[in-house]
C-alpha cells in the first residue's frame, strides 16, 4: 500500500518568512495530493490540492509543488502569520480510489 | 456548507466496555471513513464505507468494527474497550476528492 512520510515533524519560523514542509510518496499511481491544515482544537481543513497532471498550483500565499519522478510534493508558505500557526499534514491518493494516506503531521510555529 | 457531526465531543468509558462512536453528514456522500489521530502518528485510517452497508479495511482495523446501515451515518464500534484504545477519533466524508471531516471525539479508556 501507499506509504507517506512527512518533514519535518516540528518547524518554528520568523513572523513574514516563509515554511516549507516536504513529503514523499511511495505509489507511483497516486495522482492527487491534498494539504490540510489542523488549528489546535478543531477539525482538519482542506487548504490546496494538486492533481499529477501540474506541477505547481498557487492560491495567495500558499503553493505546492510536485515532482512526479522522484515522488515527492511539498507545501510553500510565504510572508507567514501568527494565524499560520497549526499542524499541516499531506496526503495521497491513487486514481480511481477515495482513501487517502496521511503523513504524520508537522507543526508549524510561527514567532511574532 | 459540508456540514459532518459526532455524536461525542469527549467520551470517558471503562476497559472491557461496549463503546458506539456515530458520524452524520448532511450532504449525500457516498464515501464515510474513521480516522485515529494520534501524536506523532498522523491520522490512521480504520475503516471506510463507499455505499450503504459496504465497508472496507483501513490500515489499523484490528479492535474495531463500523456499521452503515444508512447513507448519511457510519458508526464506529469498540466491542470490548483497551486502555490502547485512547485516542482521538475523527470521522470523514467524500463525495469525489475532498475530505470534510467532523469535530472529532476525544475517548479515554480507563
Known amino acids: 500500500g501507499e506509504n507517506v512520510e512527512q518533514h519535518p515533524s516540528t518547524l518554528s519560523v520568523q513572523e513574514g518568512d516563509s515554511a516549507v514542509i516536504k513529503c514523499t510518496y511511495s505509489d507511483s499511481a497516486s495522482n492527487y495530493f491534498p494539504w490540510y491544515k489542523q488549528e489546535l482544537g478543531k477539525r482538519p481543513q482542506l487548504i490546496i490540492d494538486i492533481r499529477s497532471n501540474v506541477g505547481e498550483k498557487k492560491d495567495q500565499r500558499i503553493a505546492v509543488t510536485l515532482n512526479k519522478t522522484a515522488k515527492h510534493f511539498s507545501l510553500h508558505i510565504t510572508e507567514t502569520q501568527p494565524e499560520d500557526s497549526a499542524v499541516y499534514f499531506c496526503a495521497a491518493r491513487a486514481f480511481g480510489n477515495e482513501k487517502l494516506t496521511f503523513g504524520t503531521g508537522t507543526r508549524l510555529t510561527i514567532i511574532p | 456548507d459540508v456540514k459532518v457531526t459526532q455524536s461525542s465531543r469527549y467520551l470517558v468509558k471503562r476497559t472491557g466496555e461496549k463503546v458506539f462512536l456515530e458520524c452524520v453528514q448532511d450532504m449525500d456522500h457516498e464515501n464515510m471513513f474513521w480516522y485515529r489521530q494520534d501524536p506523532g502518528l498522523g491520522l490512521r485510517l480504520i475503516y471506510f464505507s463507499y455505499d450503504v452497508k459496504m465497508k472496507e479495511k483501513g490500515d489499523i482495523p484490528e479492535g474495531y468494527s463500523v456499521s452503515r446501515e444508512k447513507k448519511e451515518r457510519f458508526s464506529l464500534i469498540l466491542e470490548s474497550a483497551s486502555t490502547n484504545q485512547t485516542s482521538m477519533y475523527l470521522c470523514?466524508?467524500?463525495?469525489?476528492?475532498?475530505?470534510?471531516f467532523g469535530p472529532g471525539t476525544r475517548l479515554t479508556v480507563t
Open positions: 470523514a466524508s467524500s463525495l469525489k476528492g475532498e475530505q470534510y
